[in-house]
């Protein structure tokens, strides 16, 4: 009887059709707004080159050795979050709070995560009408301040988003993440490429390359590095259990080294892409690189509307902003949904659209945060943050660190070394090399834990009241 109920709980899981599915899905998960929205303009705050330079050593040195081990333990155990500490350290083991902060960080996430993608999507619609083009940038700089104040059109938006992402997601793992994973990602990958291609064609363009990849140490000081290091760790999607469920679908002779390598890859290029595109935009008609979260939503359609055929390169770059998030967003929720299904056997029918649903209602404050005095100005006289930012703060510098730590500790300390020998090397050549295996062990054991509480350090300001975080 057990084994039918264990096969019972196998057969609602699904699992990957293909390694690529997997590798596509994945590196949509970590391919998001934070590659496309939040990158370029962190990068534009601190300096450029250095700090792209710094983030992509912390990638090596810290995003990817957790990625590894996430996937792992996915894999390892064959559940979601909760049921994969469950399995591996016991049914009583306190171990089980890591997944789940996990399940929890996905939840809060998503929530406001999806009203910046309504966001998005009401520009794509925008542009589409050929509003952008020839627009006057007085007009665009109050447009955006109009779409988030608009209340009840932030909600609309937030629970369009929201009901796409549902609609993919209880199609199942091959039916609908991997699908919409092997359209999605070749689509934005697409969009991106055009987008370059015009970018290259601007007169800005040499001075955006030089600002990406030049060291410069304009703006760049400790503050930088502990940016990047932060960013290192949010850009990759660890720590949010969304690598461990997607690894939990993997078949167990599947090879997570070289997959981990390849969605660190993609998700890096992307990055860079964005800001390849975004930055000579910027330097072609005299905008500040580091004008923060506006660059997106303010700068970049005033200089489109610049342009001959602005409308098509509008929606372009919007839809791929969408995609981005779509792709992210599928993985969020995914792990939410997977909890139901693995914990209390839930179908997939129900647990998908009662998730999304909890979702949606978790998410409304956040989109009157720049509306409503209750959850904007009332909040933030309190507390010094709006319902938005609250939750940001909360699940960027709690949740996903203190997930990431446990993942990293439980799979260096916890699994025993023949198990975690036998996982790292299974399916593959690289994981196989000894010298590879011991180095990834000790970094996971001691440079990742120093690395994860700098960044909690870093959020409590603590380095800013030492006065440690100043430019050059």
Known sequence: MA?????????????????????????????????VWKFPYITGENGGGLFVLIYLVCILAVGLPIMIAEVMLGRMSQRSPV?????????????????WIGVLAGFVILSYYSVVAGWALEY?????????????????TQRFGQVAGNGSGAILWHVAFM??????????????????????????????????IFASQLEGFGEGASFVFGLHTDNFGPGSVLEALGHSFFTLSVGMGAMLTYGSYLKKDD??????????????????????????????????PAAGPSLVFQNIPIALAQLPG???????????????????????????????????????????????????????PSALAASSHTFGAGMEAAIGMNWFDLFDYV??????????????????????????????????????????????????????????????????????????????
């Open 124 to 140: 794509t619609v925008f542009s589409a009408s050929g509003a952008i083009e020839g627009a006057d940038p007085a007009a665009l």
């Open 163 to 196: 009901a796409i992402t549902i609609a993919i997601v209880i199609g199942g793992v091959q039916k609908g993440v991997e699908i919409a994973a092997r359209v999605l990602m070749p689509l934005l990958l697409l969009m991106f490429i055009a987008l370059l």
């Open 395 to 472: 699940s960027s510098n709690w949740m996903l660190p203190l997930c990431g730590l446990g993942i990293s500790l439980f799979a260096a300390w916890r699994v025993g070394e023949q198990a975690r020998r036998v996982q790292f090397a299974a399916g593959s050549t690289l994981g196989k090399i000894e010298g590879l295996y011991v180095a990834w062990l000790q970094v996971l054991r001691f440079v990742v834990p120093i690395a994860i509480v700098l960044i909690m350090l870093h959020a409590l300001k603590v380095f800013e009241l030492l006065g440690l975080t100043g430019a050059t």
């Open 83 to 99: 049921s994969a500490f469950k399995q591996l350290a016991g049914d009583k083991s306190l171990w089980r709070g890591v997944g």
């Open 3 to 35: 084994g039918d109920t264990q096969e019972m709980a196998d057969e609602r899981r699904g699992e990957w059709g293909s390694r690529v599915g997997f590798i596509l899905a994945a590196a949509g998960s970590a391919v998001g707004l934070g590659n």
């Open 255 to 288: 090879d997570i080294v070289v997959a981990s390598v390849a969605i660190t890859v993609i998700d890096t290029l992307v990055a860079l892409m964005a800001c390849l595109v975004l930055f000579p935009i910027t330097f072609t008609y005299g905008m500040e």
């Open 310 to 364: 602005s409308t098509i390169w509008a929606v372009t770059f919007f839809l791929l902003l969408v995609f981005a998030a779509l792709t992210s967003a599928i993985s969020l929720l995914e792990v939410t949904a997977s909890y139901f299904i693995d914990e209390l056997g839930w179908s997939r029918s129900v647990a998908v659209p009662v998730t999304g649903g909890a979702i949606i209602l978790l998410g409304i």
